[in-house]
């Protein structure tokens, strides 16, 4: 049953899972968060993904309009909502912090903070700075350092990214070169060969007739080489813009990993082995195990049962091919991941695997679990679907249980290393 006109007191009246109280009870308690609601928006029960969509969406207009009035934020999640110049415009520190790679790191924060005289954008920073300074201080208490990440020269989306760029490049050049030389015969003949003489003898029809055959030569060459040209420059252009985003979203998640983890693990990017096409996007080697993660930084609305994923247009929802099936993706890259790590595993007789991660590096993205039946749920185990703004939320998920010895983490790291070489 679809809850399109859920009010506030309706969905604040519903029972959270496995809790014996309703969600607004645990809201006014702070026992409910914005992540939790956030990763409730993907839950397969429909009434509670729309309770949850409702109450965050009025918890946020609520923080907007208490930062708006231009009151001095009091946690996170109001201090990720203040404006900040940014070129020119007014841009909130979450948009600049997920949207906007290598404009909103640390050393912003602190020059914000010598720059504004604004009380309520030094408050964010200070709180933003304080929780950042407490995450590395324990990090340090507990003498682990900082994460290790190791990372190519090249990869797979920059690899793409020089490709289309390059045929960009030859198209553009081949087009301006057969311009440049029909120029040159054209000038040649005009200066050295043509008689304009005859020209003078043409009467007004004779120019009409010439006038329109140019209006129709122009016409043609319009629809069959510059509009063609158009489109593939702007085909080009696209798949350069899309590679550039997915790089980008792998570096928030990276730089979000940064912020959750310490030394106990290492980050490896882009890692090829094997001789395989297509790299794996960030693999996590820790003491709960080795996870291969799929970084996807799409916009849109999608829906995802077991291994099955749906992008939602306007002719409804469409199933996505195989090939283009970020769960597969993700599932893919783990299964040879495995297969590649397996000696190290069995000579350490650790009963571990690789486990598959896809994470959404998009804050706006809107990905919904579907409900399904019994069957479904046998055949298809679901992987783990995170969404970069609760990462760290859900890197606590995996913190149950050691997987992994030490002696085999450093036999798996040293493997993954050779592979930079």
């Known amino acids: 049953m679809p809850y399109p006109f859920l009010t506030v007191p309706r969905a604040r009246s519903i029972i959270w899972p496995g809790s014996q109280q309703t969600m607004g009870e645990l809201l006014d308690q702070n026992k409910l968060t914005s992540k939790m609601l956030r990763q409730a928006c993907a839950s397969e029960n429909e009434k509670i993904r729309a309770a949850a969509e409702v109450l965050l969406n009025d918890r946020e207009s609520k923080i907007r309009e208490y930062i708006d009035s231009g009151k ?3 946690n996170i999640d109001e201090a990720v909502a203040v404006k900040i110049e940014d070129k020119g415009q007014k841009a909130a520190i979450k948009e600049l912090w997920y949207k906007r790679n290598g404009r909103m790191g640390w050393e912003r924060l602190h ?7 604004d009380t309520q954008v030094r408050a964010a920073c200070v709180i933003l700075l304080d929780y950042h300074y407490h995450v590395e201080h324990q990090k340090i208490l507990d003498g682990k350092g900082p994460l290790m990440v190791t990372s190519s020269k090249n990869s797979y989306l920059l690899n793409k990214t020089e490709h289309y760029l390059i045929r960009k490049g030859l198209v553009v050049g081949f087009v301006l070169g057969l311009c440049f030389m029909y120029l040159l015969w054209f000038a040649n003949k005009v200066l050295f060969e043509y008689d304009f003489i005859p020209l003078a003898n043409w009467n007004w029809f004779a120019w009409l007739i010439a006038a329109v ?5 122009l016409a043609v060459g319009y629809f069959v080489i510059i509009r063609p040209l158009e489109k593939l420059i702007d085909y080009l252009d696209n798949k350069v813009a899309s590679y550039k985003k997915g790089f980008e979203g792998e570096d928030h998640v990276v730089d979000a990993l940064r912020e959750s983890l310490d030394g106990r693990c290492h980050v490896f990017r882009n890692l090829h082995f094997n001789g395989r096409k297509e790299d794996v996007d960030v693999v996590l080697v820790s003491p709960w195990g080795v996870f ?5 930084n799409y916009s849109g609305h999608f829906e995802y049962s077991g291994t099955e994923f749906f992008e939602k247009r306007k002719s409804g929802l469409v199933k996505v091919c195989e090939d283009s ?5 993700a599932k893919r890259n783990a299964v040879a991941l495995k297969g590649f790590l397996d000696p190290e595993f069995n000579r350490n007789k650790d009963n571990a695997f690789v486990e598959p991660i896809l994470v959404w590096a998009n804050p706006e993205i809107k990905v919904y679990r579907q409900k399904r039946n019994d069957s479904q749920a ?5 992987i783990k679907n995170w969404r970069i703004e609760d990462l760290s939320f859900e890197l606590d998920s995996i913190r149950c249980k050691k997987q992994l010895s030490e002696k085999a983490q450093r036999e798996i790291i040293k493997k993954l290393e050779k592979c930079y070489r």
Not at 213 to 217: A, G, K, S, T, Y
Not at 325 to 329: D, F, H, M, T, V
Not at 378 to 382: Q, R, T
């Open 72 to 74: 001095i934020p009091r």
């Open 111 to 117: 020059s914000l903070m010598g720059e504004t005289r």
């Open 213 to 217: 055959i140019v209006v129709l030569l």
């Open 292 to 296: 291969a993660i799929e970084v996807k």
């Open 325 to 329: 099936n970020p769960i597969l993706q």
């Open 378 to 382: 046998l055949c298809d185990k679901e």
